[in-house]
């Protein structure tokens, strides 16, 4: 056997998988952990075999970036190995999701909660953007929660990294409801700013529990985003309607954020119309979103640890059942999940370049419900 | 940018290391943390390889026929150095034939030198890892192609030339595809020139930059990257065209973080050493020494990886000999499970769990 060869059984042998524990595609994912100390982790294998082009470009850019970036708000790659045709990623194991959180109806959101969501998220993204890594992904089912409350921005199956300006990219990134105007727009010289208003949809989202700009194809998500934050000028955006897919898709007046959300301080709403600017250019960047003054001010940021929870059996529950003991038209402080959202929620992220494979790239603890 | 960080991690940075600042870019990377070695470590290394790899092979000429490797030339580690070059320089024709970027050819360059300090030339020929490895490269720099676009534009090539050797490299490399190189250091150096206050644009002409790049690529050829950091490379490359502007960038990164040595001073014997480097090696091998070597490799490279010989059949039994006993005992506990009455099996201790798990896992790919 080769050197090589024998240290990817090395490799291999430190991992031991325990479950099989969410399955798609082109991936599967097994709950495992580490043979010497029993640590939890997550073990995604993706079946190589199955692509005639090789690696699959959304493995390699998963592992390309998280082989390199060490943070306490990315997901962290453990270990890469390979038996027979199949890769193998070892992954931190990470027990919920943002999205679950939010759709928990049982729980109770305070306004310190969401800040320390906010706090994580900037943090894991000012991490990425400041190694010229574009996440493009982003989206609450994204963002997983470790069991001490940590926040971890994971799936890095879209991401790639920006150098000079003027360097073509696709548009044909981040899930729609979560995707910034000039996206929808085609543009194809953009920034890290794509990132932050993926980030102000997740934030209003936390506020809302219910998805902030639900469109329902591309061209209904631009009217979407339009009705809520009204159709840009040429002064709000110089340029847009050079964009390569402009549109006129009608004249929405502005509604003043306040008018939504409506429990939320001057701050908060002050941060996250920075981070929902048309302009790229003036949208607010995560280094300066974590100097922002919503951050200093009370209330301070939950202890991760203090944060709302998902219930182990929350998922087995029927919703009708904790209907009853959820007030939702109270007033206080928490924000509760509304009504259960009848629309459906656009679980696959768009193609990539190599013309879009639905690869399950979301780490999926639970079977999947029908 | 990438410029500035490299060279804040390197000798810039000695002073600020205990203040318990925040750690360089460049430092968190694979390649500074796997893939640096000093010129020492790096001939041990290889030295080491090929050692191991003449042992090996020479076993298996035992192993088929005694006394049949007494006369075997094998290939020492310079000469294994030499093939390795002669493929790099194919690198860049390929590169521009597809017109890839200058990214996907130091990229690719960069996961041949690599794959090489962990295999041996008598194993894989770089003919076939060179081409994989530039596929490879043209994924992980974002510049994807089809393979049938790629082989279907080199000679004699099919796709599985290519993809059997897929895992193969990207496994030696560590799955670790991230690459900073030199020649975007130079452009970072180039773009800090043109803040400078007192060096207007007809002091640092273009071609300075063109020749600065010229020999950037031909620090590809050597093993400068493997030993110094993408941008001291970057300056090595500027001084050979200019050592003025490369004292005043020096100097002007030596204004922003004063230390008791101006910054020119402390990167002296490094650029020097590259300079040489770069001087010295960076250009092709002769080609007549190379044939000399590929014809020896015919003789002496690892008859287990040859296709249809002696050794290959007799690896591909025993492989198979090792499947077929793990069917027979699959089938054996089958049986077993039936004999004891309980259709169902008993309850599994965790080892057998995991025993079954690594099982299926195999099966179901």
Sequence with gaps: MDAVERANTERQKRWVKDQKVGEGTYAVVYRGREFATGRKVAIKKIKVGQFKDGLDMSAIREVKYLRELHHQNVIELLDVFSSKTNLNLVLEFLDSDLEKIIKDRTLVFLPADIKAWMAMTFRGLEFCHRNFVLHRDLKPNNLLIASDGQLKIADFGLARDFTDPGHKMTCQVITRWYRPPELLFGSRYYSTAVDIWSVGCIFAELMLRTPYLPGETDMDQLKTIFRALGTPTEEDWPGHTKLPDYVPVGQFPRTPLRDLFTAATTDTLNLLSKCLIYEPRKRIGAKEALHHAYFFALPYPSHPSKLPKLSNNTSSRPLDEVDGNVDMNASGPGVKASAPNRLKRKLSSPGDELGGRPLARRLDFTQKRS | ?365
């Design chain 2, 1 to 365: 940018m990438a410029a500035e960080n490299s060279t804040k991690a390197t000798s810039a940075e000695a002073g600020s290391s205990s203040l318990g600042k925040k750690k360089p870019l460049y430092e968190a990377s694979t390649q500074y943390k796997n893939w640096r070695y000093s010129p020492e470590r790096l001939e041990d290394v290889r030295t080491q390889l090929n050692a191991a790899a003449v042992a090996v092979i020479r076993n298996t000429f035992e192993a088929d026929e005694p006394g049949s490797s007494s006369g075997v030339a094998f290939l020492d580690a310079g000469e294994e150095q030499l093939l390795v070059k002669l493929y790099i320089s194919k690198i860049p024709q390929l590169c521009g034939h597809f017109r890839f970027p200058e990214e996907v050819e130091a990229t690719a360059i960069s996961y041949l030198k690599r794959f090489y300090l962990k295999n041996t030339v008598m194993d894989w020929h770089p003919k076939n890892v060179m081409l994989t490895a530039l596929f490879l490269a043209t994924k992980t720099t974002n510049n994807p192609i089809s393979l049938e676009a790629y082989t279907s534009n080199i000679p004699k090539t099919s796709p599985s030339d290519v993809l059997d050797l897929e895992f193969l490299v990207a496994q030696s490399l560590g799955f670790e595809f991230a690459v900073w190189h030199a020649h975007r250091a130079l452009w970072g150096i180039w773009l800090d020139l043109q803040s400078l206050p007192d060096l207007s644009a007809d002091l640092r002409p273009q071609d300075v930059y063109e020749i600065a790049l010229k020999h950037v690529r031909a620090s590809r050829f050597t093993d400068a990257e493997l030993i110094y950091t993408p941008s001291q490379i970057a300056l090595a490359c500027l001084s050979i065209a200019s050592p003025l502007i490369c004292q005043r960038w020096a100097d002007s990164k030596s204004a922003v973080s004063p230390s008791s040595q101006p910054l020119s001073e402390v990167l002296e014997d490094t650029l020097g050493a590259i300079k040489f480097m770069v001087m010295q090696a960076g250009q092709p091998p002769d080609v007549e020494s190379v044939r000399e070597v590929d014809r020896r490799l015919k003789l002496c490279k690892n008859p287990e990886k040859v296709v249809g010989s002696k050794a290959y059949l007799a690896r591909i039994a025993e492989d198979e000999h090792r499947a077929e006993q793990k069917r027979n005992k699959k089938a054996n506990d089958v049986r077993r499970a039936l004999a004891e009455g309980d259709p169902f099996g008993s309850e599994l201790t965790d080892k057998e769990k995991a025993e079954r798990l690594a099982e299926l896992d195999e099966d179901d790919d």
